[in-house]
């Protein structure tokens, strides 16, 4: 993942961002969940006083022509 970033053309900003995805094994609803822990670290010299930061998530599962927002169940 990650890389050198290519599709602007403009120059990189200096933030360094580690993400750890986890799961547990349990009996309840916590079995079918997932927790992401995010550590974002300023290698720039130039502070940032107003960031703002998203996630995108793509819901496929598996085979992308077979996504659970398509099933109906009944």
Same mark, same amino acid.
């Not at 599709?7 to 992401?36: C, H, K, W």
């Given at each position: 993942?990650?890389? +050198?970033?290519? %599709?602007?053309? &403009? $120059?990189?900003?200096? @933030? %360094?961002?580690?993400?750890?995805?986890?799961? #547990?094994?349990?009996?309840?609803?916590?079995?079918?969940? *997932? #927790? /992401?822990? /995010?550590? +974002?670290?300023?290698?720039?010299? +130039? &502070? #940032?006083?107003?960031? /703002? #930061?998203? $996630?995108?998530?793509?819901? =496929? @599962?598996?085979? *992308?022509? !077979?996504? !659970? @927002? =398509? +099933? *109906? @169940? =009944?």
């Amino acid at each position: 993942m990650g890389g +050198v970033k290519t %599709e602007t053309g &403009s $120059q990189p900003i200096g @933030l %360094e961002v580690r993400a750890q995805g986890f799961a #547990f094994a349990t009996n309840d609803a916590i079995n079918n969940m *997932t #927790f /992401y822990k /995010y550590q +974002v670290i300023n290698r720039s010299n +130039v &502070s #940032f006083d107003s960031t /703002y #930061f998203g $996630q995108w998530v793509d819901p =496929d @599962l598996g085979i *992308t022509k !077979m996504t !659970m @927002l =398509d +099933v *109906t @169940l =009944d």
